[in-house]
Nanobody, 121 residues
Framework: VQLQASGGGLVQAGGSLRLSCAAS????????MGWFRQAPGKEREFVAT????????FYTDSVKGRFNISRDNAKNTLYLQMNSLKPEDTAIYYC???????????????WGRGTQVTVSS
């Protein structure tokens, strides 16, 4: 599956953005999907993941209650709704496809090009 993230941009602290990840290929609907991010000078970190049928979701503690991951298998699209954004959310956000909704990057076999999210204070 090929992935392309979009929807990033510049937003003030407290604002919202919705990221999308468009997938091509037949395996999207059977794949767990995840969002990761990488800030300048830092390692890539897990943000959120969702099972193939959306019955399980997991979030890193720093985004719980603010971010929501969802998917539309009919549209081959993954979403990340980000609310109450903070400057520390600034990063390049990547979507990824994997076998299970796990928190580790090595579980994911396909990665899209990232989209930049910048939150100003």
């Amino acid at each position: 599956v090929q992935l392309q993230a979009s929807g990033g941009g510049l937003v003030q602290a407290g604002g919202s953005l919705r990221l999308s990840c468009a997938a091509s290929g037949r395996t999207f609907a059977s794949s767990a999907m995840g969002w990761f991010r990488q800030a300048p000078g830092k390692e890539r970190e897990f943000v959120a993941t969702i099972s193939w049928n959306a019955d399980r979701t997991f979030y890193t503690d720093s985004v719980k209650g603010r971010f929501n991951i969802s998917r539309d298998n009919a549209k081959n699209t993954l979403y990340l709704q980000m609310n109450s954004l903070k400057p520390e959310d600034t990063a390049i956000y990547y979507c990824a496809a994997g076998g299970l909704p796990l928190l580790t990057a090595r579980n994911y076999y396909s990665w899209g090009r990232g989209t930049q999210v910048t939150v100003s204070s």
